[in-house]
Each structure stands twice: as structure tokens, then as C-alpha cells.
């Protein structure tokens, strides 16, 4: 015979309920001593019956396990407090940071001259000097570029003197070779016609000449 599916409720009929606790807490205390015996774990089992019996189960001394509990979970509370207030932390700084966000967000809308009707005089004072303070600053940087841009064009130009000056005289050596060469090639011309003329004058027999 199948047995049906028992149905996690309470147990109205009393006498079915104490049976069902007697052969339970007899199943999960001999659970208990199998788990410690079989895997060596350290088991604690406390049950109290609903008149308030106690019926207890240690595979060791029960309160060095229970010790142990509490100082296992005191360790996880601390962590969970330690969590709580970082997470409380961050909550603030997350309220402080979108405050403070927008305030930047009004004096922006200020320094663009908008908002400003309920500004007092002191604020319109103290916009105005951090207006002055701001230009100042940006006269200050953009100045400080253009001396940087005029001292890489300086710098840029002196470059440009020094290679075209260079390449001016590589040109000026260049020609001067050039006409040197030249003016050998004519020295050997001329030496080479001399040379000529000197050989038809002086090669071969002397002429005679035949008296009148």
C-alpha cells in the first residue's frame, strides 16, 4: 500500500500529534548520532515538546558546542554589523554628494545669469568677485599659451635659420667644386693641345731646302 503525501500542517487531533513527535524526535535524534558517528561532525539537537519537555542529543559536551555556536554567530553578527554601518556610510555620502551636486548645479546656473532674482545683494557681491577671480585667472592662462606659442615659433624659426643656412653653404661648396673641376678639365685640354701642336712641329726628317 502507497502512503499519501503528508501535508505540512499542524496536526489538530492531539493524540495523533504526540504520536507523530515521539516517533519524529526518536527518527531525527538517531539521525543526529548517525551524522555525528558517520561523517565525525560535531552535532548538537535541542527539542522541546509543546508542554515544554526537553529532549536533547550531543556528540560531545553540549555546552562547549554551544559556546561555539555563539561565538561562531558573534563573529557573523559583527560582520553584518560592520556591513550595516558601511552600507549606512555609504547612504550618507550619497545624500552629501547629491546635496552638494545640487548646489554646483545652482551657483552654475548663477554664473550663467540665470536664477538670479532671489539672490541678496551679498551673493550678487560675493557672484560678481568669483566672476572677477575666474577672468583674471583665465587672462592669466591664456596669456601663459600664447608666450608658450610664441617661444615654439621662435624656436621654430631659428630652426629654419640654421637649415637654410646650412643648406646655403652645402650649395656654395657644391658650386665651388664645380668650377674647380671645371678648371681642371680645362688645364688638361690645353695641356693635351700643346702636346699636339708639339709633335707635328718636331717628328720626322728635317727639310731641305734647294738653292735658287
Known amino acids: 500500500m502507497v502512503r499519501g503525501k503528508v501535508q505540512m500542517k499542524r496536526i489538530e487531533n492531539a493524540t495523533s500529534r504526540q504520536v507523530t513527535f515521539s516517533k519524529r524526535r526518536n527518527g531525527l535524534l538517531k539521525k ?15 527539542v522541546f515538546s509543546q508542554k515544554g519537555r526537553l529532549y536533547e542529543f550531543s556528540s560531545s559536551d553540549m555546552q562547549k558546542t554551544i559556546r561555539r555556536y555563539f561565538e561562531h554567530t558573534k563573529e557573523d553578527r559583527s560582520a553584518n554589523v560592520r556591513v550595516e554601518q558601511h552600507m549606512q556610510q555609504l547612504k550618507h555620502e550619497a545624500v552629501f554628494m547629491s546635496k552638494k551636486i545640487e548646489l554646483l548645479e545652482i551657483a552654475r546656473r548663477k554664473f550663467l545669469g540665470h536664477n538670479l532674482g532671489t539672490s541678496s ?21 591664456k596669456a601663459q599659451l600664447y608666450n608658450e606659442e610664441i617661444e615654439k615659433l621662435q624656436a621654430k624659426e631659428k630652426f629654419l635659420l640654421e637649415e637654410n643656412a646650412r643648406l646655403r653653404e652645402k650649395s656654395e661648396m657644391r658650386l665651388r667644386n664645380g668650377a674647380e673641376k671645371h678648371r681642371e678639365i680645362g688645364s688638361c685640354s690645353q695641356s693635351s693641345l700643346s702636346s699636339e701642336v708639339m709633335t707635328e712641329l718636331f717628328i720626322g726628317p728635317p727639310i731641305t731646302r734647294n738653292g735658287p
Open 32 to 46: 543526529a548520532h548517525e551524522l555525528s558517528v558517520l561523517c565525525d561532525a560535531e552535532v548538537a539537537l535541542i
Open 121 to 141: 545683494m551679498e551673493e550678487l557681491q560675493e557672484l560678481d568677485n568669483q566672476l572677477e577671480r575666474s577672468l583674471k585667472n583665465i587672462r592669466h592662462r
